[in-house]
């Protein structure tokens, strides 16, 4: 058999054992058999089958963990859901068997936040400026440059104040954050069509921003010089194809895995929100759990935590290389050059006063909060 018609045959004899696996009830383990490239053999995939089947069959519990990316976004995107899974049911000795529901297959952004606040699923990823008009509080993420950068994230969600003063008040929205994943700061993505790069906030002047429903993006853009231009996500593919807006801002490893590599022409590390997820989990669910269950599900939590941070930068990498291959040029700031992003938008500035104290509840409370951010905690994350 020569090398394409191998190729094609594999490709057939995926197809079939995925649809065959998954209308037989093993959804999860056609997706593990995919993400591990043996879905185009039907003994392999049968075993991995076999195996998931024992493992939830001998589990105590299942928890549905739903997310919105496929299984393979890892490479770009260091999203962690296999590893979570994993670490879970290791971690509670298999009491804990993890059906995963990956790829938007039930639902996306605020629709999966609802889900674990009623109870529907267990637990999801999602953002955490999806998770803010269910628990407002974290959206403090969002003040910019207060944790822009990697590690300022880390410090703050790794805080022992965080933990103290913003957890309880999510936890009486019905939820139990697990953990923060880091995947890098937001950016400014230009698209194609002769606009020169943005190095500076004068740069983006007259520049269509695209922005979602956020108040708090949507003013960071108009201080810093841009057009705010609310577009919803799905629609916003085709409102950079056709000019409906210049520039977009998600992570570069978002920029790949959402398919904006050839429509885009520049993009700046201006480091000024995270575009961090969280995954969460029904915070009743969990404590109905016994006592050596929750310590399992915590620790396998703070494994995934750890693993994610030494992903961010190869998964950086990778999702930069793919994009200058579709001719994309990336800008890092110099000191100087962030330092006028700063002067421009940061947090500093009064038109953030109401936010901070609306949010945080007074501002010596986000003072305190801002201070933990910029204390170095032991985890160590790639900045770009």
């Known amino acids: 058999m020569d090398n394409e018609n191998e190729t094609t045959w594999k490709a057939n004899a995926s197809r079939r054992n995925f649809l065959r696996l998954a209308s037989a009830g093993g959804f999860t383990a056609a997706v593990l058999a995919s993400a591990a490239g043996t879905i185009w053999s039907s003994e392999a995939a049968a075993q991995m089958v076999n195996e998931e089947r024992e493992r939830e069959r001998a589990a105590e519990h299942v928890m549905t963990l739903a997310t919105a990316y496929v299984i393979t976004a890892d490479r770009s995107y260091p999203i962690m859901q296999l590893d979570l899974k994993e670490n879970i049911q290791n971690a509670t000795n298999g009491k804990v068997y993890v059906k995963l529901a990956p790829a938007g297959q039930l ?11 009623s109870g529907t ?3 999801a990823q999602h953002s955490i400026a999806n998770f803010a008009p269910f628990a407002p509080v974290v959206d403090l993420i969002n003040l910019p440059y207060l944790c822009g950068s990697n590690q300022r994230f880390v410090n703050l969600t790794y805080s022992q104040l965080w933990k103290d003063r913003v957890h309880p008040q999510v936890e ?11 995947i890098d700061p937001r950016v400014v993505a230009l698209r194609k069509g002769g606009m020169q790069p943005v190095i500076l906030p004068a740069d983006l002047r007259g520049v269509k921003f695209r922005v979602p429903g956020s108040e708090m993006l949507q003013t960071y853009y108009r201080l810093v010089g841009a057009n705010p231009t609310p577009i919803a996500w799905g629609e916003t593919p085709s409102a950079i194809q056709q000019g409906v807006a210049d520039a977009l801002d998600p992570a570069v490893g978002a920029l790949y895995v959402f398919g904006f590599k050839d429509m885009l022409s520049h993009v700046t ?13 029904n915070l009743e669910w969990y404590q109905g759990l016994p006592d050596d269950i929750r310590v399992g599900i915590d620790f396998a939590a703070e494994i995934t935590a750890a693993q994610n941070l030494a992903k961010v930068p190869a998964a950086r990498a990778f ?3 793919e994009l200058a291959k579709a ?12 330092a006028q ?11 953030w006063d109401a936010f901070k104290t609306e949010l945080a509840g007074s501002m010596a409370d986000f003072d305190a909060l801002a201070e933990a951010a910029g204390t170095d905690v032991r985890p160590y994350v ?3």
């Open 172 to 182: 009486a929205r019905g939820f139990k954050p697990l953990f923060y994943v880091v």
């Open 341 to 351: 992003w700063i002067e421009a938008g940061g947090y500093q500035r009064s038109e």
């Open 327 to 338: 001719g994309v040029e990336f800008h890092t700031l110099s000191d100087d050059q962030l």
């Open 269 to 281: 590390f201006t480091q000024a929100v995270p575009d961090a997820q969280v995954y969460s989990c």
């Open 107 to 117: 639902g996306a952004a605020n629709e999966l936040v609802q889900k674990v606040q």
């Open 319 to 321: 999702a930069m290389a």
């Open 121 to 123: 699923i267990q637990a």
């Open 382 to 384: 790639n900045d770009a």
